[in-house]
């Protein structure tokens, strides 16, 4: 009978939590569309063949070397979103893409960035990401399609792992100009170099039940308090993306009992920053997230008078 009462004031208490930070945070996922994903593919000998793959079970791009028509071609991966609407009486805060990098070559050895080589020097490209517009039908022409405002660095590394890049510039340019889907292109900095190697990198697409592509909004409430409650606390979290140390600082105006937590997209506890009585003035905590899995989370503070829920993005 105990153990049920506590069962009951607990569930009471995370569904209490779960509200409060409802009240001010709204997070969604979208994945990508599978019949939008794609790769295509450009082949220097024939320009007007163009491959197009959809449903396809890996994203690739970078360049290759046919050795049927001794030629040399290069290939880019395309992404498409479906923007939901916000909730009603919220505004849109952030919109965040990740993608999970599963391997890369260079000169074909695996699990090596690539490296493109020409005669009089070696060059490491970024792996970029582009914001453009294709429509519902993808055709050879997204491949040059002019892109959106700037590209984005999405990798310069061999580690398999998520990738993130902020795109919430784009969603509020598809939202403007009444777009109903957000589309990306992935490629290389460089199309191709002169050697009969290939120089790729591989994401995983939609088909991937585990790894899926996928955009994380964060939406505020047009009533929130956040504002006037981080004027009082300066709550700040430096740096935000976390790969492993953070430091975690608030001002208070006067000495009581606070709490930090972090909690996952599911609203469960995964860390348990601090707890104690605050000093007057500044008060600064210096944090190893190093144990926590990439992705995004909340960190909720509590004190006597104020809670306030922040994003925490995990990346290493």
């Not at 009240?23 to 491959?51: A, C, F, K």
């Not at 050879?140 to 590394?157: D, E």
Request: charged share 20%.
């Amino acid at each position: 009978m105990r153990f049920k009462k506590i069962f009951i004031i607990l569930t009471f208490l995370s569904y209490t939590l779960l509200n409060l930070i409802a009240q001010e945070i709204i997070i969604d996922t979208v994945y990508s569309n599978p019949d939008l994903d794609s790769v295509i593919s450009y082949e220097n000998s024939t320009p007007e063949y163009w491959g197009i793959e959809t449903n396809s079970p890996i994203l690739s791009l970078g360049d290759f070397y046919d050795l049927f028509t001794f030629s040399h071609g290069y290939s880019r991966s395309f992404l498409s979103f479906t923007i939901p609407s916000a909730p009603e009486n919220y505004c849109l805060h952030s919109a965040q893409l990740f993608v999970f990098q599963a391997n890369c070559t260079s000169n074909n050895e695996w699990f090596t960035f690539p490296v493109f080589d020409f005669p009089d020097s070696t060059v490491v490209p970024d792996c970029i990401l582009e914001h453009i517009v294709y429509g519902n039908n993808l055709t050879a022409y997204a491949f040059h399609t002019p892109r959106i405002g700037n590209q984005q660095i999405l990798s310069n590394s061999a580690d398999i792992s998520w990738r993130t890049v902020d795109v919430t510039e784009h969603i509020n340019n598809d939202i403007y100009n009444e777009r109903y889907i957000s589309q990306y292109r992935i490629q290389l900095s460089l199309d191709m170099d002169d050697d009969p190697w290939e120089d790729m990198i591989v994401y995983y697409p939609s088909e991937n039940e585990e790894y899926k592509p996928h955009i994380v909004y964060t939406y505020y409430s047009l009533n929130s308090s956040e504002d006037q409650d981080i004027e009082k606390t300066s709550l700040s979290i430096f740096p935000n993306p976390i790969s492993n140390l953070a430091t975690i600082s608030f001002s208070s105006k006067d000495a009581n009992q606070y709490n930090i937590e972090i909690f996952n997209l599911k609203g469960q506890i995964v860390k348990r920053i601090d707890e104690g009585i605050s000093v007057r003035g500044i008060n600064e905590h210096i944090v190893n997230m190093g144990d926590l899995s990439n992705g995004i989370y909340l960190l909720k503070f509590e004190n006597d008078s104020t809670i306030i829920a922040k994003k925490v993005v995990i990346l290493k």
